[in-house]
T-cell receptor, first 123, second 113 residues
């Protein structure tokens, strides 16, 4: 059974950066795509981007292009999401989720989720 | 990007009654090569991460009660809860994975009438 465990709550100042980790276990890391989804308070789910180690590809939502960087360390089965130039509206719970991608041109559904990481941007 | 539009935003259903949620995509999510619809449904309860219910538009995830069913093809999809239980109170989201740029619907809140 695949498990995803995320790093803990953080409070950040506007303009700073945050890096959230997502450690996976119970599966073959390279087989899975790892995605990042955020949820602002009282709002819906928003896909930010994802990395697919087996294809060596990274995709970002246009909204976050230039501000988000998603990486993966296969040696530790851990994925990372770094968001820079933080704004008050980046306050949200950030989730990692996994899925299996069949081809380079298609995405995946999310069959396993991390517990979520609350990032609060406050002065 | 493929835009996913859910309706209604919320609905209240009596216990034991049917709940129906709609999801429409701005372009087809049916991949003609394999005739699969790249559409999933999730359930999210307060304070919890989302839970996968349905993928390929109509395949129930392991452990999901059979009162949950998905239907539709192309651009129009439906999630049906055949007999609403108290534990089904949640927000439900559709998601397309036809594109590598993934998108969710805005969510539908299901409550007990």
């Amino acid at each position: 059974q695949v498990q995803l465990v995320q790093s803990g709550t953080e409070v950040k100042k506007p303009g700073s950066s945050v890096k959230v980790s997502c450690k996976t276990s119970g599966g073959t890391f390279r087989r899975y795509a790892i995605y990042w989804v955020r949820q602002a308070p009282g709002q819906g789910l928003e896909w930010m981007g994802g990395i697919t180690p087996i294809f060596g590809t990274v995709n970002y939502a246009q909204k976050f292009q230039g501000r988000v960087t998603i990486t993966a360390d296969e040696s530790t089965s851990t994925a990372y999401m770094e968001l820079s130039s933080l704004r008050f509206e980046d306050t949200a719970v950030y989730y990692c989720a996994s899925g299996i991608v069949e081809t380079l041109i298609l995405g995946s559904y999310f069959d396993h989720w991390g517990q979520g990481t609350l990032i609060t941007v406050s002065s | 990007d493929i835009v996913m539009t859910q309706s209604p935003d919320s609905l209240a259903v009596s216990l034991g009654e049917r709940a129906t949620i709609n999801c429409k995509s701005s372009q087809t999510v049916l991949y003609s090569f394999n005739n699969k619809n790249y559409l999933a449904w999730y359930q999210q309860k307060p304070g919890q991460p989302p839970r996968l219910l349905i993928y390929w538009a109509s395949t129930r995830e392991s452990g999901v009660p059979d009162r949950f069913s998905g239907s539709g093809s192309g651009t129009d999809f439906t999630l049906t809860i055949s007999s609403l239980q108290a534990e089904d109170v949640a927000v439900y989201y559709c998601q397309q994975y036809y594109s590598t740029l993934l998108t969710f619907g805005g969510g539908t809140k299901v409550e007990i009438k």
